[in-house]
């Protein structure tokens, strides 16, 4: 980046007008890189220590949003300390720290978001928002009304969760393929509501959060999301 006067990078972090700026300069309220500033100072934003009035001038993180198709074996998390790959590694080549955005466990797959955006994070993970989860949950041992039961409150962690909307796809003898909705983020809630109606869960898969989908982005692959769809998390 080049160098700029000092009053104008501090006129652009909103503390006041370019003219302002150069008064706190001469009055000797400005520092750069520790030394007390002067009027015709030049700096580099982002790289050289611009104090005012004590206060260091900090470059917000361009905000990221992204959408990454998770592959099975992969763990939602920055660091683990059993080494194995992470949801980090995958998004490596992304200049911005992005956090992931609630979970999917080790052996689920599919859409997971991950930004630097707090507020959309706290937004989307707290239960009162009740953002609608959609998975295709292939299952062993269905039998006829099992999807019913997938669908009925049970009790994880003292609590009842929300009843699920199940969407038979596809059954053949004893397998089936479901589309299973939730509205909350229970620790492994999908697994847990087969498990109890009796089916045992060969594959996982997140399909849709919200009106953000998949579609047909590679496993292991990410990509931005539009304006257009981070707004739709928001609403």
Do not use: F
């Not at 890189?33 to 030049?42: E, F, I, Q, S």
């Not at 990221?64 to 920055?78: A, D, E, H, I, S």
């Not at 959309?120 to 062993?140: A, C, D, F, G, I």
């Not at 059954?171 to 229970?186: S, Y």
């Amino acid at each position: 980046m080049p160098e700029e006067r000092l009053q104008k990078i501090i006129a652009r972090y909103g503390i006041c007008s370019r003219r302002s700026a150069e008064a706190l300069i001469e009055a000797g309220r400005v520092r750069l890189n520790g030394n007390t500033a002067h009027l015709g100072d030049t700096a580099i934003d982002g790289e050289d220590v611009i104090e005012v009035d004590g206060k260091v001038l900090r470059k917000e993180p361009e905000s990221r949003y992204l959408l990454l198709n998770k592959p099975r074996g992969v763990v939602t998390t920055m660091e683990d300390e059993k080494g194995r790959k992470t949801v980090r590694d995958l998004v490596a080549d992304c200049p911005q720290r992005v956090y992931p955005v609630g979970r999917l466990d080790l052996n689920s797959e599919g859409l997971l978001l991950l930004t630097n955006d707090g507020a959309l994070t706290q937004h989307l993970t707290h239960p009162s928002h009740e953002v609608e989860k959609v998975y295709k949950v292939w299952v062993s041992n269905y039998r006829e009304g099992a999807d019913r039961l997938v669908g009925q409150p049970i009790v994880l962690d003292g609590r009842p969760t929300v009843p699920a909307k199940v969407r038979i796809l596809q059954v053949k003898d004893v397998l089936a393929t479901l589309e299973v909705t939730i509205r909350e983020g229970r620790n492994r809630q999908v697994r847990r509501l087969c498990e109890h109606a009796g089916l045992t869960v060969t594959r996982l898969q997140r399909i849709r959060l919200g009106k953000i989908t998949l579609g047909r982005l590679p496993v292991g692959t990410w990509r931005d999301l539009t304006e257009d769809e981070v707004e739709s998390l928001w609403n």
